[in-house]
Structure formats: structure tokens, C-alpha cells
């Protein structure tokens, strides 16, 4: 009897091990099975293959998806929408240890940065099934991958998903480069693991739609991340149940580096050259229509570099020690120039200094010096510190060669006027005087210069040899000299 019911014991177990692997393996192919939507951009260029793969839980509004690009970018989102304003993003990017994922829900609200999304919480998932989840794989071949479900994500303040669409409208972009050069731009790595990192612009964006329908999990137990689908290789995904990119295109932004250009040429090289004319060659006019010409240039960076700010969350404030500095200096700029006009006009009427060249004068080096170091901290606001080494050579540069220019003018100038200061006066009158009826004859030009130049103010010198000192001219009406013969001086020929 006991060994009856030890085999009616080990029987049950068995029935009970059998029954839970029957679990597993349905548990399984639910996974394998999982309603999906799968949309893949291959590109001849590596940085803009992308993938994105997503299951909707009707049930709980749950969003699942899998999402990949190249290693290279910074970043890589995909979008409810057919544009940015009102879309709902899902922004990826490596976190702070650079080999892990940080994902982020977004809204756009136009052609800017879309801003964080805190009414959406994402969870990154791992399967032994879903190779390197949520990492960064190095080497050419380097991959970026996110795995997650983002919770009642169907719905947001400014648009929904519906469950019924066949063509459900996505956009899809990803971010600029890391390394220097024309594809990285030289910028910085994004990594991060806060939710509202700034984000570079996008190096390509597209359009792609989506047949939710085939997408839909009725119930919970068959949602999740989509897996790979692709027959003929287990890891890898091919476009299902979407449409192929349109819109799609290459972007990028030469503003910022317009506008860096602009302003490092005006206060490194135009004005110190602005104010080098006027200390070698005294030229005024030339002094005033180079600072001009390097005011105009400011005025259209300084342009530039708001609509610039406008575009990103961390510079849209106005708030950043660069941005401070530059319209401080902006003011500065036609605050001087209102002082050297005011000075140059009172200066023509008056033949006198005035307080006002003394400010214009200390004023102009003041805003050089806070110009110049702006440059380097604006580098490092946007990202692109590696540029501080090559703009510090290039200052030192041009600093030696105005240096050395004025410093050669200055010994040249002041040399030739002590040989001027040592000279003996030119006959004829101070300098810048000349007297062309005594000067070298020929021709009846100087048809008296037999008699030698006329005499300065009291001396006795006269004419040749005569010996006449000065005295006033007597006329007959005055009353000088009445009763006494009037004498005049020789008459002239």
C-alpha cells in the first residue's frame, strides 16, 4: 500500500512538472507571437539605418518597443505624429556610463528641442532573448538598442493613438556624431541619465506609418516587446505591418558655427585692426569705417544667435553666463560708437578735448577683452569645448602680430620725429610755409630773388643788404607826425 501511493505521489509530480513546462513554452511563443509593427530604414550611409518596433496593450494603454541605430549618433527618437509640434518622441540616448541606455517620452512644440514629458513613465526590459538590451555595443559595427514599455502612453495632452489606424503617422530622427569632423561636427558625447538631457539637432529625420491593427494586444498576457522577425536571421528585424521612409532627408545646422566664425573674426581680428589704424597711420575715417563695418557684423551674429537660443531648452532663457556677456556687449558696442561720434563732432566745432574721448577711449579695450573671452565660454556652451585649444593659438597669434606691427610703427614714427625736432628750420619760413616768389627762379618764376626772403617779425633783416627795421605806416589823414615830414618805407615793385 504505501509503495501504491508513493507511485500515485511521483505521478502527480510529474503531471505538475509537465504542466509547467507546457507554461513556459506557451509563455514562450506568446512572446514569439506578439502583435507587432515593425519599421526599418536602411541607409547606404551606416549613421542613418534605424529601427523601430512596437505592440500596443489595448487593454492598459501600455506601449512596448524596440528601438536601434547606429552607435555613432548621439541619439535616436521615433514619434507619434507627422511632425514635431504636438508629437509624442520617445528620445534614446547612452547614459552617464556610456554603455547603458536612457530613454526619455518628449513633446515637440515645433521646429525646436522637444522638452521632457513627465505624465509618461518608461521601464527598460531585458529578456535573455533580446540581445544587448539597453546597451551601447562599441567598434565600427556599434550599435545603440532600447527595449521598454512606456505606461498608458496612448494618450497625452496634445494628441492619442488610435487603435484602429492603419496608417498611424510616426516621424523617426537621429542625432548628430560624436567625432570631429564633417559627419560628428566635433561635438561632445551625449551621455546622460537624466530625462531632459540637451539634445544637438538631428543629423536625419523621415516619416514612416504604422497599421496598428496588427499591432494590438487584445489582452495583457500576449503584449510585449516585439521580437526579431526576420526568417532567416533570429537577431534581426525586417519592415512588417509599415511603410517604407518618405520625407525623409539629411539635416544640419551651420548656424551656431556661422555665428561663432562671425564674432570670433570681429573681436580677435577686425576691431583690434580698427584700432591699429588709427594709432599707426592717424587716420580717423579709416579708424571709423573698419569699427563700423565689424558693428554691422555683430549686429547680424548677434541675430543669429537668438534665433539660434530659441531652438534649445538650456539656451532659451536668455539665462547662460555667454549669452549675458554677449548682449551686455552688443549695448556696449553702440554705446561707444555714440561716444566717438559725439567726441568727433564737439572736437570740429570746438578744437578741444572732451570727457567723451576719454570713455570712448578706455571703453573700446574694456569690451575687446570681455569679447575675447566670450568666445571660449560660449564653446563650451554649445558643446564644442575641443575648439578652445585651436581658438587660443590663433589669439596668440594675431596678438603677436599687432603687437609687433605696433611696436615697429612706434619706433619708426618716433624716430623720424626726432630727426624732424633736430633739424635746422628750412629758409624761407617754418615748416609747411613756402614762399614761391623767392624760390628757385626759371622761367620769370621768381623774378626777385636777387632779393632774398622777406624778413620774420622783429628782426632788422630787410631786403639785400639794406638795413630797414620795421615801424608803422604813417598816413596823411592820421595825425601822427604833424609838422614832421612823413617817411614810407620802400615801395614795392
Not at 555613432?72 to 547612452?94: E, R
Not at 532627408?249 to 558655427?257: E, L, Q, T
Request: charged residues 10%; glycine residues 10%; hydrophobic residues 40%.
Amino acid at each position: 500500500m504505501p509503495s501504491f501511493a508513493t507511485n500515485i505521489l511521483l505521478l502527480a509530480l510529474s503531471f505538475a512538472l509537465a504542466a509547467r513546462h507546457v507554461s513556459a513554452a506557451d509563455d514562450s511563443d506568446s512572446n514569439s507571437t506578439t502583435p507587432a509593427a515593425v519599421f526599418r530604414y536602411d541607409s547606404s550611409t551606416s549613421d542613418s539605418d534605424f529601427v523601430f518596433a512596437l505592440n500596443v496593450d489595448q487593454t492598459s494603454g501600455d506601449l512596448y518597443m524596440h528601438m536601434s541605430a547606429p552607435a555613432g549618433n548621439q541619439w535616436m527618437a521615433a514619434g507619434i505624429g507627422s511632425q514635431m509640434k504636438d508629437a509624442l518622441m520617445f528620445v534614446a540616448y547612452p547614459s552617464k556610463n556610456g554603455s547603458g541606455m536612457t530613454l526619455s517620452p518628449r513633446l515637440g512644440s515645433g521646429h525646436t528641442e522637444p522638452s521632457y514629458y513627465d505624465s509618461i513613465n518608461c521601464s527598460l526590459i531585458y529578456g535573455d532573448d533580446l540581445a544587448d538590451a539597453n546597451t551601447v555595443t562599441s567598434g565600427d559595427d556599434g550599435v545603440m538598442v532600447v527595449n521598454a514599455v512606456c505606461k498608458n502612453a496612448t494618450t497625452w495632452t496634445s494628441g492619442s493613438l488610435s487603435y484602429t489606424a492603419t496608417a498611424q503617422e510616426f516621424i523617426f530622427a537621429v542625432g548628430p556624431g560624436s567625432d570631429v569632423g564633417p559627419g560628428g561636427h566635433g561635438s561632445t558625447p551625449l551621455q546622460s541619465n537624466s530625462l531632459s538631457a540637451g539634445l544637438r539637432r538631428h543629423s536625419f529625420y523621415g516619416e514612416f506609418t504604422m497599421d496598428i491593427t496588427s499591432a494590438v494586444s487584445t489582452e495583457s498576457s500576449t503584449a510585449g516587446v516585439p521580437r526579431p522577425n526576420d526568417s532567416a536571421n533570429s537577431t534581426n528585424y525586417v519592415r512588417e505591418n509599415a511603410s517604407t521612409a518618405f520625407s525623409d532627408k539629411a539635416d544640419n545646422d551651420p548656424a551656431p558655427a556661422i555665428h561663432a566664425f562671425v564674432m570670433c573674426l570681429t573681436f580677435v581680428v577686425i576691431f583690434p585692426l580698427g584700432a591699429l589704424l588709427l594709432r599707426v597711420l592717424k587716420r580717423v575715417i579709416l579708424h571709423a569705417i573698419v569699427q563700423t563695418i565689424g558693428l554691422v557684423l555683430v549686429c547680424m551674429a548677434t541675430a543669429g544667435g537668438i534665433v539660434i537660443s530659441t531652438q534649445y531648452n538650456r539656451s532659451k532663457h536668455f539665462a547662460s553666463a555667454h549669452q549675458v556677456i554677449g548682449i551686455l556687449l552688443f549695448l556696449a558696442l553702440f554705446l561707444q560708437l555714440g561716444l566717438g561720434i559725439l567726441h568727433h563732432r564737439i572736437f570740429k566745432r570746438e578744437q578741444r578735448p572732451t570727457i567723451l574721448s576719454k570713455i570712448h577711449l578706455y571703453l573700446g579695450p574694456v569690451i575687446l577683452v570681455f569679447g575675447v573671452i566670450n568666445a571660449p565660454i560660449g564653446f563650451v556652451f554649445a558643446g564644442n569645448p575641443h575648439l578652445c585649444l585651436p581658438y587660443v593659438v590663433i589669439l596668440v597669434i594675431v596678438a603677436i602680430v599687432f603687437v609687433g606691427i605696433r611696436f615697429f610703427s612706434h619706433k619708426c614714427c618716433g624716430n623720424r620725429g626726432q630727426r624732424k625736432a633736430g633739424a635746422a628750420p628750412p629758409a624761407g619760413g617754418p615748416e609747411g610755409y613756402q614762399y614761391p616768389q623767392f624760390g628757385p627762379g626759371g622761367a620769370g618764376q621768381a623774378p626777385y630773388e636777387h632779393l632774398g626772403p622777406p624778413p620774420a617779425y622783429g628782426r632788422s633783416e630787410s631786403y639785400g643788404s639794406d638795413n630797414i627795421p620795421l615801424r608803422p605806416y604813417e598816413s596823411q589823414q592820421s595825425g601822427l607826425g604833424q609838422g614832421v615830414q612823413a617817411q614810407h618805407p620802400r615801395p614795392m615793385v
